[in-house]
């Protein structure tokens, strides 16, 4: 990467950061784009050259730190002894049992994301260049479902319906403490995404 263009993801980084830091302290109703680019210190024109307004940068933040939250959880999944013996089942129940922890963790980062994430706006994200670079979400899905040799039907369409369950089930649990406990529901969390898989599974190639 040249010095302009490291330049230029530094710019974006900051703007990024402050904005979520300001979001996370003031809510994003009370933060102004001038509050952002005051606190990433550079003008307006700066902030207009990454994102096209203030629900641009918000649609960029969530898609950012929803792949923080997956990059974390890949990255403890692959520490762990015989991940690569594990079934697809298995690594994706692995995966949203730590999204889930994570955001137990930090509830205002779950608000953030629970408020504003919908998978067709985080589908569009996952496509610009500049979010791929960072960190290749799609990818590394399709490595932890296809890695022990399966066969999906509409795999995007699994991964939608599987946030939509996690996303229902951290909203209820973590921020509403409805109906159950996550341990209490953790079991039946993992049967339905189990059961949303076994939907989505092709049937083998018949020789």
């Known amino acids: 990467m040249g010095k302009a263009e490291e330049n230029k993801k530094k710019k974006r980084g900051a703007l990024l950061s402050e904005a979520f830091s300001l979001f996370m302290n003031k809510g994003i109703a009370n933060t102004t784009i001038s509050d952002i680019t005051q606190r990433a210190g550079v003008g307006k024109g700066t902030f ?8 641009d940068l918000i649609e960029k933040l969530v898609a950012q730190k929803a792949e ?4 974390h959880a890949l990255g403890r999944l692959r520490a762990r002894k015989g991940y690569l013996d594990m ?9 949203a049992d730590d999204l889930v922890q994570q955001l137990i963790k930090d509830s205002k980062l779950l608000r953030l994301i629970n408020k504003n994430l919908n998978y067709g706006i985080y589908k569009n994200a996952l496509t610009r ?10 990818s590394n899905y399709y490595e932890l ?12 369409l699994m991964l939608y319906t599987i946030v939509e369950l996690v996303s229902s089930t951290c909203h209820s649990i973590i921020l509403e403490g409805q109906p159950v406990d996550y341990d209490s529901y953790k079991p039946y969390l993992f049967a339905c995404i189990r ?7 092709a049937e083998p190639d018949k020789k």
């Open 48 to 55: 207009y050259f990454y994102f096209k307004d203030k629900e």
């Open 68 to 71: 923080q939250l997956f990059a």
């Open 87 to 95: 079934s697809a089942e298995d690594k994706l129940v692995f995966i």
């Open 129 to 138: 260049m500049e979010i791929q670079s960072d960190f290749d979400f799609l």
């Open 145 to 156: 479902i296809e890695q022990d040799g399966s066969k999906w039907k509409e795999p995007l």
């Open 195 to 201: 059961s949303i898989m076994a939907v989505f599974r």
